[in-house]
């Protein structure tokens, strides 16, 4: 019933694609990094998804691969990061996430963006915030807007409102906690405060999985703009709110359905983990 609503907001509410959207045309997936797909944590922490890339530690967000690697399976679709961290850390980062097939971020990625690609405001001064200073543009991965979607945690990080129509913003993100125990017990802006706050940041990256291969479904099923249908998932799960919906529940169990599917011996193993 859910879904049927949400095709029925989809098309009445998204622009319909004009040819050069045709499921054929080649579609752009680009992911900030830093509190998108990894977050900095402790030097002291260690664990099976922790890096270390020069010097610093960071725990690469759960769910990162499956996303990739769905993806990737598909004909069309080209991965890319674009991040203000340096060349050297971010490609370093990207060489430490591994993929099933042994591949890393950095083997698969169409382009990877850095500090020395952003672009510096007109008129801003050298005493202005970072982000008020410099912007991504994303022109710089492909002229094609309309077929691209970006993936980052900050808002109006990009050169100017009408390319912000192009980025789902993920929402707050938090610093890592293993469990909502610890937590609890720490102080903060970046500490979630409840459970739910906790396990839908955790999970953020399986439910937009969900979200991504719903979307994808409807644009080309319907003719829709890949990007704005994309986009309009920011608002279906909620995303500033960072509090789960029937929607961002359907989206998680979505990817559940499809292991099921595609792997009967998985669905043991991860269920738990996806209960929310
Ligand atoms: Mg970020």
Avoid at 67 to 87: A, M, P, Q, V
Wanted: hydrophobic fraction near 40%.
């Amino acid at each position: 019933m859910i879904s049927l609503l949400f095709s029925l907001m989809a098309c009445s509410q998204l622009s319909r694609a004009p040819a050069a959207f045709s499921a054929k045309a080649t579609k752009h997936v680009v992911f900030d990094i830093d509190w998108t797909i990894t977050s900095e944590v402790d030097a002291s922490l260690k664990g099976k998804r922790i890096i270390e890339v020069e010097g610093k530690k960071y725990f690469v967000h759960d769910g990162l691969e499956d996303f990739i690697e769905n993806l990737l399976s598909k004909k069309n679709i080209k991965i890319s990061f674009f991040s203000g961290g340096s060349k050297s850390r971010n490609h370093d980062l990207l060489k430490k996430i591994k993929i099933e097939d042994g591949r890393s971020l950095e083997d698969v990625a169409y382009k990877i963006l850095n500090r020395d690609d952003l672009t510096i405001v007109e008129g801003s001064k050298p005493t202005d915030k970072f982000v008020q200073r410099y912007k991504k543009d994303l022109r710089k991965i492909s002229s094609d807007l309309d077929n691209l979607i970006m993936f980052d945690d900050a808002e109006h990080f990009v050169l100017s409102t009408a390319q912000e129509e192009h980025v789902l913003v993920t929402g707050k993100g938090f610093h890592h906690f293993d469990s909502f125990n610890d937590a609890k017990v720490a102080t903060g802006d970046y500490v979630p405060r409840t459970y739910a706050e906790w396990s839908f940041a955790r999970k953020k990256l399986y439910i937009l999985n969900g979200a991504f291969e719903n979307a994808l479904e409807n644009s080309e099923l319907n003719d829709l703009s890949f990007s704005e249908t994309i986009k309009a998932q920011e608002q279906y799960l909620n995303l500033a709110g960072g509090e789960w919906n029937d929607y961002s529940q359907k989206m998680l169990n979505k990817l559940v359905q499809n292991k099921t599917v595609e792997s009967a011996g998985c669905i043991g193993l991860m269920a738990p983990f996806l209960k929310i």
